[in-house]
């Protein structure tokens, strides 16, 4: 709330100024004064942010249908942890980030490992947040599942 | 500040035997900092020996990355189950 906001809304309670004048300053001063814009900006900023990457793989169902599916595979992978493991990059002596630039160019990647920087990374990670994969069976069930949450 | 893992949760089992391990990790910490603290000094003189060759900058910040990288572990999970149920393998930090 930025100051003259305050200051509308201390008339109004002082009765200097009545409910429609307030609504029509408040209006003035560029912000909502509520209502559905509002609320769709607080939602914004308040989605979670993601803390895991989850990997789960569910077998295909019983030949008899009769049992329920169960995960077989389950990993939660927190996030930090693959911030903190994309930071050890900068432990790669120069000779040795040679050969790794030599071997991804092998393979038809043409860029250099050094040149990586940290926001890039960071903005990889945060980019997770709206990965979502799922392999589906020819039954339709969802056999494996990558996701954040 | 992020905190290392407290407990390690390793479960193995199948038909024949299980095995359960659920080690409390904050017990040993403390005895890991004593050490880091007494091999501060050697670690100080191997960057000097090892910075001409390039290898310093890793012996010198490698210690406090590897701490990160387990400080991130917390939280960790993976469980894999054969499909016939019988099998378990779960390592979980907490």
């Given at each position: 709330m930025t100051d003259n906001q305050r200051r509308i809304l201390e008339m109004l309670a002082a009765k200097k100024i009545s409910v429609e004048e307030a609504e029509r300053l408040l209006a003035l001063t560029g912000q909502p004064t509520g209502g559905e814009t509002g609320a769709f900006e607080t939602a914004q900023v308040q989605k979670p942010k993601p803390k895991y990457l989850r990997v789960v793989v569910t077998p295909p169902k019983a030949e008899n249908g009769s049992e329920a599916r169960t995960g077989i595979v389950n990993v939660r992978v927190p996030l930090t942890l693959i911030r903190a493991g994309l930071k050890l990059r900068a432990f790669i002596p120069p000779d040795k980030a040679d050969q790794v630039n030599e071997a991804l160019r092998s393979k038809g990647l043409d860029f250099d490992v050094r040149n990586i920087r940290d926001e890039d990374l960071e903005q990889l990670v945060d980019a997770l947040s709206d990965l979502e994969v799922e392999v589906s069976d020819e039954e339709g069930a969802k056999a494996v599942r990558v996701y954040v949450e | 500040m992020m905190c290392p893992p407290s407990i390690l949760r390793v479960r193995v089992h199948n038909q024949r035997w299980h095995f359960g391990l659920w080690l409390p990790l904050f017990l040993i910490w403390p005895f890991v900092l004593v050490f880091g603290l007494v091999l501060w000094p050697i670690l100080l003189v191997s960057t000097a020996v090892?910075?001409?060759?390039?290898?310093?900058?890793?012996?010198?910040?490698?210690?406090?990355?590897?701490?990160?990288?387990?400080?991130?572990m917390r939280g960790l999970n993976v469980e894999v189950k054969q499909p016939s149920e019988e099998t378990l393998i779960l390592v979980s930090f907490r």
């Open positions: - | 090892f910075w001409g060759k390039g290898w310093g900058k890793l012996v010198l910040l490698g210690g406090p990355a590897l701490l990160g990288l387990l400080c991130a």
